[in-house]
């Protein structure tokens, strides 16, 4: 373990991508500390003013300060990031790993069930979903968590099934180990990095989705300041002040690009291919 | 022949699934689905609220509910519009051939640019110019893709002025000639086809990369090499054809994904097909067409794997000829 | 059989890169093969054998491999460099497993005539016709329509190989390599091949080298034998000799070994 951490850092992207995703998280903790002002603290008298001095990324259509708006949209991006990526992670896996495990009938259902899933397109689905429920960054998290699984789902029945079928479960199994104590020392290993590459993914994922929800309105609401959200209102004044298209929509793209270097670098390094446990 | 009819056999139950599901997502609000409609507005009585409620048969049994719902979907009647009224279905026919021009050029164009982009990257393997298309996949993955279009908006329709930004037709569209009318529906076309291509390329051209890059290593590339062939020869006689067959499957595969996105960019560039549709019925909850549009686009991409199983069956000749 | 060696290899050094690092396997051979003559080349798994021939047929850089050092002189000209361009034709090698050595997704017709047409562009379809049926006539393959219209896994490993073999001759190669000829086959198809083998090199008249981990193939098989252990020439010399008068430690177990099973 402790090789392939030093072989990761070895890769320069993963290392760029891991210090803005440590950067990001310490200005999501410390928000209060390092914002200038507050994210709802309007001011009328300064509404959309260029960037300068006092307003690093200028002022939106209230006056409010964009900088600590997205200082504590990190938050929000960040949370529902990991907590939507968490549930999938739960549910996918639980199901994944039963699928696979037991086959036969228990298998047939799940898959059919995920089939079904993944016939509608997800944005829409979740879109949808959201609009029958209350548009609130709980119901996101939820939402996103409930209807991503299935990806998930199929790639850990498949990491499972190719076990199954490997010669040292077959071993285990003759010398009679309970199916409780296979599944931990042999599968549950070599299932985590493919599980780590996935959660990187799903976590840019996630944020994306996120701050496309709430530009259309349909996700975080206001005045709980998204990345996504700022854009909205950045969508009316694209004529006359650029700066709120701009600075929300480069830090989604950076935080999304770090997870996903950081999951393609542990996909090089974890290279299933090498590196099982026996 | 026999594996359209299993395929088709096996599809049946999953369809069922997607009524299900749809029938289970309108009953997910608290209270009755019609009270979306009549929340909008206060002096609607309580008896004006039952007597809808009867209409639409939300008094029936749960079961009875669905049943109605299977019956009427076969027809494809999701209902009429809560906005205008006009049945649900009508409104999407107009919009969908928007929809599915849209989708078509812009899959033509993920094909047309990842698929070689992948092969180049992979016989290219670790140059320089493997790792800048890299790079340069990566960030596209990553965009946002409302933030591109309006950036794009900002560019090309406001700075520049040189492409229009919205719709798919100008103005004095019926009075153009038919060359004009296409040169016209072009230009209104290429930004949104820019955005879904752009943020589209990096799964298939990443998946092509690979594939080549397995197919590269196998014993038959060798048997190439000593009989003579150029590596211009072995690629493209002996590697393409077997590192383009699973891109069928990932074609196929990433059909919903397509449609889900032009939900986003179609509401962007105010492009009249489903997508915007879709957005505006959510935004004023008007269920029936929400409805349609999920059950039809299920119902699309069912089809598209279906088509994408057949093809790869046809196209390998290890299956084609058991 | 002249004297004249059509093949020199001298202080040849060859390995691969694995992750970065380069592993060698061939060190520093040192072999000369006669025209005419048929030679064997034994070695167990993992004794750079195979590595040998595709040094030989510059094949080696597929898998990441590389000739650090060493020359390889065919008929007294520089091979390492001409040989991209003579491959397949003066110069062919039938490889091991008919498994996975054919594109699945090609008629086995169609790659057999890639080989011919490769370096005949100057003939007629008619004359191609016909030296593929010839060709395929001379492998055994009676059924030349059928076949040239199947693809690879509609045919059985003895069918495959003598495809291998087909493609390999088909522009009459003075040097012949086969590698492994007998792997992934039936015994009873194995000795089928091996003799197919001796057969076509008295009827083309071409230099054979086979390789093979078995001593008896190629005490049976060849005229001239070198045993290659570790990436190194331990012993080399007349076939039958060399069978029952085995000089190296390591020669003398494989023989051992064999007369045992014999007996």
């Given at each position: ?169 077959l071993v285990a199994k003759m010398m009679a180990l309970s199916n409780i104590k296979i599944f931990t020392v042999h599968i549950l290993p070599n299932i985590i990095s493919p599980l780590m590459v996935y959660s990187s993914l799903a976590i840019g994922g996630a944020i994306l989705t996120e701050s496309s929800l709430s530009f259309l309105g349909l996700g975080v609401q206001p005045p709980m300041p998204s990345w996504g959200q700022i854009l909205t209102s950045g969508k009316d004044y694209i004529y006359i002040a650029w700066w709120l298209s701009i600075f929300p929509g480069i830090a989604i793209l950076l935080t999304v690009l770090s997870f996903n270097l950081v999951g393609e670098a ?13 | ?322 | ?58 094949l080696l850089s597929i898998d990441n491999g590389k000739i650090i050092n060493g020359q390889i002189k065919f008929n007294d000209e520089d091979l390492i460099s001409k040989v991209k361009h003579i491959r397949g034709k003066d110069i062919s090698i039938v490889l091991q497993d008919p498994h996975s050595y054919l594109n699945p997704v090609i008629k086995v017709g169609q790659q057999v005539r890639e080989a011919l047409e490769i370096y005949n562009i100057n003939l007629t379809s008619k004359e191609i016709n016909e030296k593929i049926k010839d060709t395929f006539i001379k492998v055994k393959l009676d059924d030349v329509e059928r076949i040239y219209n199947s693809y690879p896994h509609q ?109």
């Open positions: 373990m402790g090789n392939n951490i030093k072989k990761l850092l070895k890769n320069k992207f993963a290392v760029i991508g891991l210090t803005i995703i440590f950067l990001l998280i310490f200005v999501a903790v410390f928000a209060s500390v390092i914002a200038p002002y507050t994210p709802s603290e309007q001011n009328l008298s300064e509404r959309l003013l260029k960037p300068s001095m006092e307003h690093f990324f200028g002022t939106d259509d209230l006056g409010r300060d964009i900088f600590t708006r997205m200082i504590y949209g990190s938050r929000i991006s960040l949370i529902v990031g990991f907590i939507s990526v968490l549930i999938i992670l739960i549910i996918g896996t639980f199901l994944g790993i039963v699928s696979g495990f037991y086959g036969g009938k228990i298998d047939y259902v799940i898959m059919r069930f995920t089939d079904i899933v993944l016939c509608f397109p997800i944005f829409f689905l979740i879109l949808l979903i959201i609009a029958f429920l209350e548009p609130n960054i709980y119901n996101v998290m939820i939402v996103i968590g409930f209807t991503s699984w299935p990806g998930l789902a199929r790639l850990v029945r498949a990491e499972v099934l190719s076990l199954k079928e490997r010669e040292f479960i542990i996909r090089d390094v974890f290279d299933p291919k090498e590196d099982h446990i026996e | 022949m026999y594996y359209l009819i299993k395929r088709i056999i096996s599809s049946i139950p999953i369809l069922f699934g997607i009524t299900i599901i749809t029938f289970f997502i309108m009953h997910l609000t608290p209270g009755k689905p019609t009270d979306l409609m009549t929340d909008m507005n206060i002096k609607v009585t309580a008896e004006a609220k039952e007597r809808l409620q009867r209409l639409y048969g939300l008094d029936k049994p749960i079961y009875v509910q669905y049943i109605d719902w299977v019956k009427r979907l076969v027809f494809f009647d999701f209902g009429n519009s809560f906005r205008d009224a006009r049945p649900a279905k009508n409104k999407i026919l107009e919009r969908l051939p928007a929809t599915i021009l849209l989708n078509f050029v812009s899959l033509f164009f993920i094909c047309l640019i990842a698929i070689p982009l992948g092969i180049y990257s992979a016989i290219k393997k670790d140059s320089v110019i493997d790792k800048g298309i890299t790079i340069f996949l990566f960030i596209s993955f990553s965009i946002p893709s409302f933030w591109l279009a309006l950036v794009f908006m900002i560019l090309f329709g406001v700075q520049l002025g040189c492409l229009p930004i919205s719709g798919l037709y100008s103005f004095d569209f019926n009075n153009m000639t038919i060359l004009m009318k296409l040169l016209d529906i072009s230009k209104h076309l290429i930004l949104p086809v820019a955005v879904s291509v752009i943020t589209s390329l990096a799964i298939l051209s990443r998946y092509t990369r690979s594939g080549m890059l397995e197919v590269l290593k196998q014993d038959y590339i060798k048997t190439a090499y000593a009989k003579g062939l150029t590596e211009k020869q072995v690629i493209i006689k002996h590697a393409l054809k077997n590192a383009l067959l699973p891109m069928i499957t990932i074609i196929g595969l990433s059909i919903p994904g397509l449609i889900g996105g032009s939900f986003i960019f179609e509401t962007i560039f105010s492009y009249p097909g489903i997508g915007r549709l879709g957005y505006e019925a959510v935004m004023a909850r008007d269920y029936p067409v929400v409805m349609g549009i999920a059950t039809l686009t299920a119902i699309l991409t069912l089809l598209g794997n279906i088509i994408a199983d057949i093809s790869y069956t046809y196209a390998d000749p290890r299956i084609k000829y058991k | 059989m002249n004297n004249k060696n059509i093949l020199s290899i001298n202080n040849l050094s060859a390995g691969y890169y694995v992750n970065g690092q380069y592993i060698n396997v061939l060190k520093d051979i040192n072999l000369n093969i006669k025209e005419g003559e048929s030679f064997a080349i034994v070695g167990q798994s993992g004794s750079g054998k195979s590595t040998l021939a595709l040094a030989i047929m510059g045919l059985s490993g003895g069918q495959k190989q003598r495809i291998l073999i087909a493609m390999a001759i088909i522009n009459n190669p003075k040097f012949l390599i086969a590698d492994e000829p007998t792997s992934g086959l039936d015994l009873s198809v194995q000795k089928q091949i091996l003799e197919l083998f001796v057969e076509l090199r008295n009827q083309l008249n071409l230099t054979l080298v086979i390789i093979t981990h078995n001593i008896l193939i190629a005490k049976k098989f060849s005229d001239t034998t070198a045993v290659l252990l570790n990436g190194e020439v331990v012993e080399n010399g007349n076939s039958e000799k060399l069978f029952f008068n085995p000089q190296h430690n390591y020669t003398k177990l494989l023989c051992k070994h064999i007369k045992k099973i014999e007996n």
